[in-house]
């Protein structure tokens, strides 16, 4: 596994560029010179949309993520090319061109969304969340009563999404004040999940707990005494012991 982008050899560094390969660690994802790959998986893209994106290469990922899927959107791509394309980068472009497609409305973004929240590889994962991430934020009570459901997918990585989506913090994306302020808002998705057999979704939920207990530590305390009160299961102990640990 590659340490660094310098550790990366170049003949990987090309395959990745070249879009016939998926990253195997975020180093390998954010080493991906983006012009290269949109040119490779988009021939027809054009000459100035990839000027466009050469000169973001140093801008932050998320932006040139957005930026990307924007160019796609129009150049009048085919989402369902970019969604079963090989490269992982260009699945989480087809994330971010869901996500700012015009005249969507929330169901219709969760809908398009969900087969990339249940990708193989855990970078379009982590894209599908963040790209859809504001809209969910936007509008929180709707999306909470549709996230619901699939809390009871049966793929733990829908499961995980419904969680991960709405982190009061979260990574790489902007905090949502009102969840930081009233996280009991969150209540309907996180006791679903208090028992998740899933690993996965046990690290989520406790790292959405985390996040709430900077803000409003005696919640996070007071919920967890009372799970596990209510549900005995190892899951629920380990979820609450990981939501705590920031705690003194």
Known sequence: ??????DIAPARLALLNQGT????????????????????????????????????????ITGRMALAAQLLLDAGTDLAMLQAHPSDTVRGWACFAIAAQAGLTL?????????????????????????LR?????????????????????????????CEALRPRGV???????????????LPLLQALR????VYVQDSVANWLNDAAKSQPD????LCAQWLLDSPAAATARICKRAQRSLT
Request: glycine share 4%; charged share 20%; hydrophobic share 55%.
């Open 1 to 6: 596994m590659s340490r660094g982008v310098a």
């Open 219 to 222: 919640w996070v305390r007071s």
């Open 21 to 60: 390969v998926a990253s195997a660690t975020l180093t390998e994802g954010l080493a991906i010179d983006f012009a290269q790959l949109l040119a490779a998986a988009v021939p027809a893209i054009g000459v100035a949309r990839l000027e466009r994106m050469r000169a973001q290469a140093a801008a932050g």
């Open 107 to 131: 169901p219709q973004q969760l809908a398009a969304m969900r087969p990339l929240a249940d990708d193989g590889h855990f970078g379009v994962r982590e894209w599908a969340w963040l790209a």
């Open 195 to 198: 028992a998740d057999p899933a």
């Open 134 to 162: 504001p809209h969910l934020a936007a509008r929180l009570d709707a999306a909470i009563a549709l996230l619901v459901p699939w809390t009871a997918d049966p793929s733990e990585r829908v499961r995980r999404f419904a």
């Open 172 to 186: 790489w994306c902007a905090h949502i004040a009102r969840l930081k302020k009233e996280p009991q808002l969150a």
